[in-house]
């Protein structure tokens, strides 16, 4: 199993709604990673987990809001967001960690749209 | 930030040709790699060539590496229509696996 599993893969919601996306991995990985990308431009980090732990906060807004329940499970929460939040949002993770150079596996995404 | 940086190229080729496309980054680096992302999907790692290597090949993919001019291409050799795609080039800054990519190179291979 080398798949990256993301759910809902498209979502509406509405600038007052709470909603969340979540991702699953059942290789053993042991970082997650959340990623936004815009039409037409490059992925962005957005947050990294690490052994269960959040390492890495790339000064997200927070009305983003990550969870990670247990080392297969990454959700992102989402809360009053904007519509300039719609976007791609993309899970991966990689199996070593934060360890340079392990490659990291992406899920097919969630597109997420703010009316 | 966005550190490797890809030339800003469309790139439509008939099938059966070479694609080549280039990137380029500023600062020091761990190590270089190449992702493929189809419409609309998610991302795909191609391959990745370390800062002490120079070439690097995996099936029809050649990448190089020039760390003095501090640039990498990615060249697919006998393109099909299957490679239509948009390819990404992505640095570890950090050497903590915390990539920066490129702007992408979109190539279509006309069949």
């Known amino acids: 199993d080398t798949e990256v599993t993301q759910t809902p893969k498209h979502l509406v919601m509405g600038m007052t709604n709470k909603k969340s996306l979540k991702c699953e991995q059942h290789?053993?990985?042991?970082?997650m990673y959340w990623y936004k990308q815009k039409a037409k431009k490059p992925p962005e980090l957005m947050f990294v987990y690490s052994y269960e732990k959040l390492s890495i906060n790339e000064s997200v807004p927070s009305r983003f809001s990550p969870e990670c329940p247990n080392s297969s499970l990454l959700n992102l929460h989402l809360h009053a967001l904007q519509p300039e939040d719609s976007a791609l949002y993309l899970c991966a993770s990689s199996p070593l960690g934060l360890r340079s150079g392990n490659t990291i596996y992406f899920g097919e995404g969630s597109w997420l749209t703010v009316v | 930030s966005q550190q490797g940086e890809e030339d800003p190229q469309a790139l439509s080729i008939q099938e059966g040709e070479n694609a080549t496309m280039n990137c380029s980054y500023k600062t020091s680096i761990n190590n270089l790699q190449w992702y493929r992302q189809n419409s609309g999907r998610g991302l795909v790692h191609l391959i990745l060539i370390r800062s002490n290597e120079r070439e690097k090949h995996s099936g029809r993919l050649r990448v190089t590496l020039d760390t003095s001019k501090k640039s990498s291409s990615l060249l697919i050799t006998a393109s099909r229509a299957a490679d239509t795609a948009s390819y990404f080039c992505a640095t570890d800054l950090y050497g903590n696996n915390r990539l920066a990519f490129g702007k992408g190179n979109q190539v279509v291979v006309i069949p």
């Open positions: 290789m053993g990985h042991r970082a």
